[in-house]
Structure formats: structure tokens, C-alpha cells
């Protein structure tokens, strides 16, 4: 089991920037990536960004160049860095871990709200 903790999610107007936090404990060797998603109301969970253990990124179409996303593994911590945030960021990002055997896990969800 994978257990994840997200933090810094909040109101930032358009234009600004926004710092999410995931920590992950337990059984942090069976991670291969780290990743998060948003949600936003009435639409469908999407990938935003992920980072496999060896490095390599992938991030959704509507942010390269404004999102960027890192890992400290020695605080088993993923960062999302969000800049240049616009109204349609506005959602929940929730954290995910993909980890061995196919196993995959969740964050509670943080709220990102981008007002215009």
C-alpha cells in the first residue's frame, strides 16, 4: 500500500502560480511514477502530468510550458509547479502513484480555483 498526502492547492487569480505537494509513505519501492490529475466539474479526470523513476515526463497538451513537474525522492515528494494558471485550471488535483503489479493510488484531492 501506497498512502498520499496533498497539499497546496488554494484561489490564485489568472496569471499566477500555485505550488502542489504529494508525499508518499508506505510501501514507497513499489513506485515506477508519479503523477497527477484534475477533475473539474461536469468533466471527465484527466492526466496533467507524470514523472517515471527514471526521469522521463509526460504532460498534457494545455500546459506544457506552464506546468512542470519534479520528484525529491528523498522525501518520496512530487511537486506540480503551475504557472501561469488560467480559469480553466480551475479543478480538483488529485495525486496519483502508479506502483507495481499494476497497482495504482490516490491522493484525497486538492482544490485549485483560478478566478479571471
Known amino acids: 500500500q501506497v498512502q498520499l498526502v496533498e497539499s497546496g492547492g488554494g484561489l490564485v487569480q489568472a496569471g499566477g502560480s500555485l505550488r502542489l505537494s504529494c508525499a508518499a509513505s508506505?510501501?514507497?519501492?513499489?513506485?515506477?511514477?508519479m503523477g497527477w490529475y484534475r477533475q473539474a466539474p461536469g468533466k471527465q479526470r484527466e492526466l496533467v502530468a507524470l514523472?517515471?523513476?527514471?526521469?522521463?515526463?509526460n504532460y498534457t497538451d494545455n500546459v506544457k510550458g506552464r506546468f512542470t513537474i519534479s520528484r525529491d525522492n528523498g522525501k518520496n515528494t512530487a511537486y506540480l509547479q503551475m504557472n501561469s494558471l488560467k480559469p480553466e485550471d480551475t479543478a480538483v488535483y488529485y495525486c496519483?502513484?502508479?506502483?507495481?503489479?499494476?497497482?495504482?493510488?490516490w491522493g484525497q484531492g486538492t482544490q485549485v480555483t483560478v478566478s479571471s
Open positions: 508506505g510501501s514507497i519501492f513499489s513506485i515506477r511514477a
Open positions: 514523472m517515471h523513476n527514471g526521469g522521463t515526463t
Open positions: 496519483n502513484v502508479r506502483a507495481m503489479f499494476a497497482r495504482s493510488y
